[in-house]
């Protein structure tokens, strides 16, 4: 027994240890992400037990020193010896790479992850692990540390209530491994809220332990799921018809389902789920939908006579403006494609999708003739709207390179034609517009002024967008074109940088352009071409020498570190404006790119994001002004 113990341990050891050498392998990046996803490596192993409908209970605790704790009252992970490697269960679920469920026979896994892995990968990338397991009235418990090895195998700690039956996974992620060991709170939240929406009627409490608040931490469960998914990124939207629409099937043991509600808005959000896992990139399940739903409106606006024989058909665009949707498919096989993964490939979901969905809404439409009657002719209008814009975005599409452009002569467009060194600055107001145009390095840097503020674009449709002169030069400058014609490839300069006054309608133009850039030109956001630049907030004028300085505590260090006599002769000026800036100090403050600070507009969620714009733009005027007088920064954007 011993020596078989020792034999297994060395096995052991050297899987954890690959892990240890290579863990982008197996958890992506060792960044702030990689951390992250290390708590939903453990909470994958509870959620695959409430799916497997052992378990309705998960807890997950940051605790004071950043470690974190999950805990779950489901079976309890299993604490016999394990056949293969004389070891109990939860040491070989906790150390063997590999030991997923087939060790624990029986069950598929669905929630997504590692597949079973997860536990020992964590464990590899931990500087310590104790596992507890509730189970026959006692209390077990193990103990991991230096990225994995054994410092308590599995033993009787104590009793329990003979009833009480669970797992509780406590792990501080290893400090040698992570750039940073600090868990955020909020990025936590969305992801465990986002949870409790997939899985209906499972209850996930998060709670922070850092500070000394006796919170009871926050709560998330739906008994709803995705319908009320649909509710909450609705919020700040109005509906089109009161009722969610909430489907469901399954089909040779994959579970299908679809919750959705039409609002009056122009623009669509549409998210799929397999196995709890974000399909960015869409796949077989999203297309079964989306082709159904295209041909289900039609169907029946034919049928009765809605949409006439003279009327073109609605194409998929129509049907889904306006439309929040979420689909999740839960796969006990799933085949992730494409270069992130974020694509479902099995061919076979996409006709099973279909099916589900076109029954379900096609019996929805019958039984709902008034809300059917309201999404037909939301599409309709939509409908028109997109052959009027395809006129009006034939103006603006920049055919070949040769053709000569009408920027309305407002862009100072720059020299240089390779897309990777030029920048376009978009300004806001004319005299600031003048100094940039003045002061750029016209080789590679462009310069188009902004008069006042731009069309808030989550109120308008893509047609009136574009009559909007302002937006048109922008898609003509940018030359990725919009829409169904957007080519990311065609971009013609790598950074966009919004240059705004550092105050509240400063503020307000940054978040109407990101609002655009959000609404039409996703891709180039989340390729991180988008930047904010960042005009001093004062500058320290000391003898001939004059330095800016971005924030208030900047402003006190820069002095702090002066001589006591040299701070006395300093003449510190609050900065009003971009415009009150001469074409040099603008250069050397804001523009140089060896002096300059930009700030890069990441989307760290886009669900988030999405909710984030329809609450900031959308035809709720509260939210908005709140933001704005508050003037900070939203939860998941980085504005
Ligand atoms: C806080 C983390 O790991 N819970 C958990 C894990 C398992 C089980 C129950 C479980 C699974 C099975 C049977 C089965 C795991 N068991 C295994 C293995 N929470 C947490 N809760 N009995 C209990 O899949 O058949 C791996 S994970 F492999 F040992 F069965």
Request: aromatic share 8%; net charge negative; glycine share 8%.
């Amino acid at each position: 027994m011993k020596d078989n113990y020792d034999a297994s341990a060395i096995q052991v050891l050297e899987g954890l240890e690959a892990v240890r050498k290579r863990p982008g392998m197996y958890i992506g990046t060792t960044d702030v992400k990689g951390l992250h996803h290390l708590v939903w490596e453990i909470v994958d192993n509870s959620i695959d037990e409430a799916l497997a409908g052992f378990c309705n209970n998960i807890e997950i605790i940051i605790n004071k020193d950043n470690s974190i704790t999950v805990k779950d009252n489901g079976r309890g992970i299993p604490v016999g010896i394990h056949k293969k490697t004389g070891i109990s269960t939860v040491e070989t679920v906790y150390t063997v790479l590999h030991a997923g469920g087939k060790f624990g026979g029986g069950g598929y896994k669905v929630s997504g992850g590692l597949h079973g892995v997860g536990a020992s990968v964590v464990n590899a990338l931990s500087s310590w692990v104790v596992v507890r397991v509730y189970k026959d009235g006692k209390i077990y418990e193990a103990k991991f540390k230096d990225g994995g090895k054994t410092e308590k195998q599995l033993t009787v700690i104590g009793d329990c209530e003979e009833n009480r039956t669970g797992t509780t996974v406590t792990f501080k992620p290893d400090s040698e491994i992570f750039d940073t060991d600090i868990y955020d709170y909020n990025t936590l939240r969305v992801r465990t809220r986002e949870l409790a929406f997939l899985n209906k009627g499972l209850k996930l409490t998060l709670r922070d332990d850092r500070n000394d608040d006796n919170s009871t931490g926050e709560t998330f469960h739906y008994e709803g799921g995705i319908s009320e998914y649909v509710k909450y990124l609705n919020k700040n939207k109005t509906p089109i018809h009161d009722e969610i629409i909430h489907l469901t099937g399954e089909e040779d043991g994959v579970m299908f389902e679809v919750a959705m509600q039409y609002n009056s808005g122009y623009s669509d959000s549409i998210y799929s789920f397999v196995n709890n896992i974000n399909t960015h990139d869409g796949g077989t399940h999203e297309e079964g939908v989306r082709r159904a739903l295209t041909r289900v409106i039609n169907n029946y606006a034919k049928k009765n006579n809605i949409l006439k024989d003279k009327d073109e058909s609605l194409t998929g665009d129509d049907v889904k403006e306006g439309l929040t949707m979420i689909i999740s498919c839960k796969h006990p096989n799933p085949q992730f494609e494409g270069q992130t993964k974020g694509r479902l490939g099995n061919s076979e979901v996409r006709k099973l999708a279909d099916n589900i969905f076109s029954n379900g809404f096609e019996r929805f439409l019958l039984e709902n003739p008034d809300e059917a009657r309201i999404i037909i002719e939301k599409a309709m209008t939509a409908s028109r709207a997109r052959i009027a814009a395809k006129k009006a975005r034939e103006l603006t599409r920049r055919k070949s390179d040769l053709d000569v452009v009408n920027f309305g002569g407002k862009l100072a467009d720059c020299k240089e034609k390779d897309p990777s060194i030029c920048e376009i600055f978009i300004v806001e107001g004319d005299s600031a517009g003048g100094s940039a145009k003045v002061g750029r390095n016209s080789m590679t840097q462009a310069i188009l002024p902004l008069r006042g503020k731009i069309l808030n674009v989550e109120k308008a449709r893509m047609d009136k967008a574009l009559s909007n002169e302002e937006i048109r030069t922008i898609i003509t400058a940018f030359g990725t074109g919009i829409g169904q014609e957007f080519d990311l490839s065609k971009l013609r300069y790598n950074k966009i940088i919004i240059m705004t006054d550092a105050d509240v309608d400063g503020s307000h133009i940054r978040v109407l352009l990101l609002t655009l850039f959000y609404r039409f030109f996703r891709p180039i956001v989340e390729a991180g071409h988008v930047y904010a630049a960042q005009p001093p907030l004062f500058s320290i004028k000391h003898g001939k020498t004059t330095k800016y300085v971005l924030t208030e505590e900047e402003k006190e260090d820069y002095l702090s570190k002066l001589p006591e006599s040299a701070r006395k002769g300093c003449v510190i000026n609050r900065m009003k404006g971009l415009g009150e800036m001469d074409a040099d100090q603008l250069n050397e403050t804001t523009m140089d790119i060896n002096t300059r600070v930009l700030r890069k507009i990441t989307v760290a969620d886009a669900i988030e994001a999405d909710a984030a714009f329809s609450k900031l733009m959308g035809e709720e005027v509260e939210p908005r002004r709140e933001f704005i007088e508050a003037n900070a920064t939203y939860s998941n954007l980085d504005i």
